[in-house]
């Protein structure tokens, strides 16, 4: 039953469309090796990006900087933008490589494409590239939003330009519940790739296994 009031669902792509978790913790953990000091200081980092899937590459490289011994705010600077620059370079194999949940593909048949919005911890480009390598680009008709700005900043563009319209994030990723619950939306938490069983999720908040079970329950999201 298709959803007749302007409801905007917003999805995440990593651990919800894609595999692709694992894959991009061994891109940014890679591309930050050759910094860290010493193989505790290599651990304690890949611990951390382990259990934080849901935060953006940009705070993950915040998070093992300020980890650093005081250096110039110079090279800094450049250290982040090598380990960018270079997770940039690792995570387009590591995501076109990635499995893909095939239930994807039947979003269109239940909702209508211009009420789909993918909005990702992705750089823009790659995000452009990576919708039309798996073909979902199509489906997703309400917009592909990649970062920076961060998420919280799109996520707010979105529900600032739709004003009277309710959303729905649909995600894996405790970070991005946290973004919903401030900007008064409701969350759907996806369990089939995501790396934990949510036990941050709150009673009021939805968990389903996969996309498909999602799209079958969606009668629950029509006002």
């Not at 860290?36 to 382990?50: G, I, L, P, R, V």
């Not at 036990?199 to 389903?208: A, D, P, S, T, V």
Request: proline share 4%; glycine share 4%.
């Amino acid at each position: 039953m298709p959803i007749k009031k302007e409801t905007f669902f917003v999805f995440d792509m990593d651990g919800v469309i894609l595999d692709s978790l694992d894959n991009l913790s061994s891109c940014l953990i890679k591309a930050v090796e050759p910094f860290c000091q010493s193989d505790e200081h290599y651990q304690s980092f890949s611990k951390f990006d382990k259990e934080n899937p849901g935060l953006s590459r940009f705070e993950k490289t915040d998070f093992f900087l300020e980890s650093l011994p005081n250096n110039s705010h110079i090279k800094i600077d450049k250290i982040r933008q090598q380990i960018l620059d270079q997770f940039d370079s690792f995570s387009l194999n590591a995501r076109l490589s990635s499995t893909i949940d095939e239930s994807t593909f039947t979003l269109s048949k239940t909702i209508a494409p211009k009420n789909l919005i993918l909005l990702s911890n992705c750089d823009n480009s790659q995000l452009t590239s990576i919708a039309a390598h798996f073909g979902f680009h199509q489906i997703f008709s309400g917009g592909i939003i990649g970062t920076p700005p961060s998420k919280k900043s799109r996520f707010s563009d979105l529900v600032y330009k739709y004003n009277s319209s309710p959303f729905v994030s649909v995600s894996d990723s405790e970070s991005d519940a946290i973004i919903a619950r401030s900007l008064g939306v409701t969350f759907a938490f996806i369990q089939n790739f995501a790396r934990d069983q949510a036990l941050w999720l709150k009673e009021n908040e939805n968990r389903f296994q996969t996309i498909l079970e999602f799209i079958l329950s969606i009668d629950r999201f029509a006002e």
